[in-house]
Every structure is written in structure tokens, then in C-alpha cells.
């Protein structure tokens, strides 16, 4: 966009008194001052540039409930981001973050964080204070371990932590009361800590991509799971507990060691899709491939087995 163009658009915006603004995909490398004196913005599209930096004159639009930073250049953000109060939504990601301003935990309105796809090591122990926080995403990030911040987030409804270097679970994890969907894979988990089970009112567990060998007994605690992926494992054994999750609509064990299924799988009577390709099964490729036919793939096996 040539920047005759750009500030014409700011220029209208200014004019009608728009409450959004998008100069996604634009190639922008920096930000015109102009921009900052739409006071009255309140979502800011920004995303798919080339931004290094952001001017501390981000400031001036304090009315912004939603700023879109995506796929930029960004190293770091600017203390200033903390003047943003009423700020509810923030995408980072796919940025070159390496640390995060401790001030972003003066955004007390954010409900929705996402610092996906970046470089981050750590998180700044002040994280802990965004107590309305629902999304958090920090998948293939850097992180060696699970930030012990996380679990003081007890609004927590989504938690993306995919894609890092985890070994283990914090035991106080089970804080997250609220918590509906989490994403563990592709870590180097090799089990969950027993305190995992009171996250009872998870609907979606990602454990794909990692270390497990069997089946945490934990997880069979958490009954009104509705989606479990365990894919790319080594499980052997799946244990006929299996039932207690009978809520179960989506399960995927592609990728393991399983040999056999315990019959109790038959009673999972909710489940829609079934993915076990990739296991040592006495099952045909054709039949595995009924993902979505559950029902044929067991009653198949129940035959032969």
C-alpha cells in the first residue's frame, strides 16, 4: 500500500468516526503518526506485515477492545501497551518475541492472549495478574516447562501449550476449574500427575505427539471429555476403563502400539469418529479408514478378536 493510499484510509476513518480498522497484509514496515490519533478506535487489524516495532504511541488509541498484531517482525512490546485499559482481545503471534513486557499485566480487561509462534523461554511472573483471562495460546514457543503462572489464571477456559519442550505437568494445575479445552501435544510428556484428574470439567484433551507409553489413569477421571487425541504415542494397552468416558465423541489413537481393544470400547455409545491407523491392529486398512463409522470398525474387531 503506498502511503498516499494509507493515510487517505486514516484519513476517512478519522472522518467517520470508524470504530475498526484494518491494514492487514499492507507489507507496512512502520506505522504513520496519523494512525495514533484515532483516539476512538476500537479494534485495530494489523496483522500480516512487516512490523519490528511498535511506537509507544500505541498509547493514544485507549479505546481499543481488539489489536491484531499477527505474523509482524515484532521483537518485544512496548511498555506502553498497558495505557491500552480497555483492551479485551490480543494476537502476538507468529512474531519473534523473545520476552514480554511484565506491563502487560496492567491490561486488566484482556480475556484473550495469543503469543503463538514465537520465541518465548519464560513468561513474566506478572501474567498471573490478567485475572479475566479465558484464551490463553503459547503453542511452539520455547517454553522447558510449564510457567507457574498458568495455574494462578483460574478463569482459564482454553490453554494452548502445544509445540514447547514440557516434561511435566504442574501439580496445582487442578486450579483451573473453569477449563474446557487444553492442548498438551507434541511435548515430551510421559505421564500426568494424579492431581490432573479434577480438571473435571475439560471437554477437549490434546495429548498427541508425545511420550506416553499408557494411558494416564487420570484421564479417566475427567468424564465429560468429549474429544481426547492421543496420537503419535507409544501406547500398547488401552484399558477397558476406557468406558468411564462416556461422553467420548471423537477419539484418535493413531500412530501407537496398540495390538488389541478392550471390549468395553463397544460401550462407548456417543462416539463419532474412531482414528487408530497406524497401530499394530488385526484390522483392515479399509475398514480403519471408516473413521467416521465407529460402530463398523468395533464390530469388525469384536469378530475376529
Known sequence: MMNKELLEIIEQAAKNQELELDLSGNALTELPPELFQLSHLESLFLDENQLSYLPPDIANLSQLKWLELSDNQLLTLPPEISKLSQLETLYVDDNQLAILTPDIAKLSQLKVLNLSNNQLIILPSEISQLSKLKELELSNNRLIAMPPEIPKLTKLKKLDISGNELTDILLDILQLVKLR????????????????SQLSHLKQLDLGINQLTNLPPAIMQLT?????????????????????????????????????????????????WLLLDGNPLPIPQAILEKTDEPDEIINYYMKIR
Open 181 to 196: 479445552e487444553l492442548n498438551l501435544s507434541n511435548n515430551q510428556l510421559k505421564d500426568l500427575p494424579p492431581t490432573f
Open 224 to 272: 465429560q471429555l468429549r474429544e481426547l487425541y492421543l496420537n503419535d504415542n507409544e501406547i500398547e494397552v488401552l484399558p477397558a476403563e476406557i468406558t468411564q468416558l462416556s461422553e467420548l465423541e471423537w477419539l484418535d489413537i493413531r500412530g501407537n502400539q496398540l495390538t488389541s481393544l478392550p471390549a468395553t470400547i463397544a460401550q462407548l455409545s456417543d462416539l463419532e
